[in-house]
């Protein structure tokens, strides 16, 4: 899109389209993760096992939601670009 290779609207789609691809669509909170059994723990108590575990925390720069990175300086790091 930025290129101008392709116009915004073919980048937006909604779970449904991923889900149609057969991935499983979760929209619950997660409270922990193990790696070893491969698990995600729900903040409702249930529990999902998976494969490959895909982190997606957002493109907005929260700081504040760690408290380790509050104490650190504000390192220059990429980032994703809001294209509205």
Do not use: N
Request: glycine share 8%; proline share 7%.
């Amino acid at each position: 899109m930025i290129a101008g290779l392709r116009d915004i609207e073919a980048q937006q789609f909604g779970y449904e389209r991923i889900a149609a691809d057969g991935v499983d669509v979760v929209a619950k909170a997660a409270a922990k993760i193990d790696p070893q059994a491969r698990s995600v723990g729900l903040a409702d108590g249930a529990s999902l096992s998976y494969d490959r575990l895909v982190l997606a925390p957002g493109i907005d720069l929260r700081f504040d939601a760690l408290p380790a990175m509050t104490r650190l300086p504000r390192p220059k790091m990429p980032h994703a670009w809001k294209g509205r």
